[in-house]
């Protein structure tokens, strides 16, 4: 099993930034990828942002020039910097991990933008 503690969440008027990290503990082999979803009340859970061992990126389009996912291959941890929010990112945001078969989910932490 894998454990994912989040951090970094809260409150932020529109334009500011706050950076979300996940580090990830228990029987760690070999991480393929890394990333964040979000979700709002009555929606989808959805990718924001995914990272490979080999550090390739891909961003949903809502965040693409505002936020950047980067990852410590030695620490087992993701982070998702988040710039120029807007109150449309407001959202528990999730950490997700690709180990072999296995999916493994975050606690999630809560991102409010306030306008």
């Known amino acids: 099993q894998v454990q994912l503690v989040e951090s970094g969440g809260g409150l932020v008027q529109t334009g500011g930034s706050l950076r979300l990290s996940c580090a990830a503990s228990?029987?760690?082999?070999?991480?393929?990828?890394m990333g964040w979803y979000r979700q709002t009340p009555g929606k989808q859970r959805e990718l924001v942002a995914s990272i490979t061992s080999g550090s390739k990126a891909n961003y949903a389009d809502s965040v693409k020039g505002r936020f950047t996912i980067s990852r410590d291959n030695a620490k087992n941890t993701v982070f998702l910097q988040m710039d120029s929010l807007k109150p449309e990112d407001t959202a528990v945001y999730y950490c997700n991990v690709l180990q072999g078969w296995g999916v493994y989910w975050g606690q999630g932490t809560q991102v409010t933008v306030s306008s």
């Open positions: 228990g029987s760690i082999s070999s991480i393929n990828v």
